[in-house]
């Protein structure tokens, strides 16, 4: 999908949200609670975002946002990208696209 790489190329963390998505704000203090500074698209707020929208439905993006892009990757939605916090997986994500640099989680801290 040419109109979702231009969005996503050369950046560790991109996320397509819509205003008034309370999922999609959720998913991005999460993401934003790592310490990562993901660019964030307002699809609802951009001319072209039928065009993006459509472009993730094609992704089988469903619903179409949240959209996660990791290392440009599409990662899915707001249940995928907590089922992956959850399973301690997103801060290896985020730390091999370079979007954080050294993460400590508290459980390793705690069995130290």
Request: hydrophobic share 50%.
């Amino acid at each position: 999908m040419d109109v979702l790489a231009r969005f996503t190329a050369d950046k560790p963390v991109v996320i397509f949200i819509k205003s008034t998505c309370c999922m999609s704000h959720t998913v991005k203090a999460l993401i934003c609670n790592f310490g990562a500074n993901p660019i964030v698209f307002e699809v609802d707020k951009m001319a072209n975002g039928y065009l993006i929208e459509r472009a993730l439905v094609l992704l089988e993006c469903h619903p179409s946002v949240p959209a996660v892009f990791i290392g440009q990757q599409l990662i899915s939605g707001a249940d995928k990208v907590i089922g992956l916090n959850i399973q301690n997986k997103l801060s290896q994500l985020l730390l091999n696209a370079k979007a954080i640099f050294i993460w400590v989680s508290y459980s390793s801290i705690k069995n130290s």
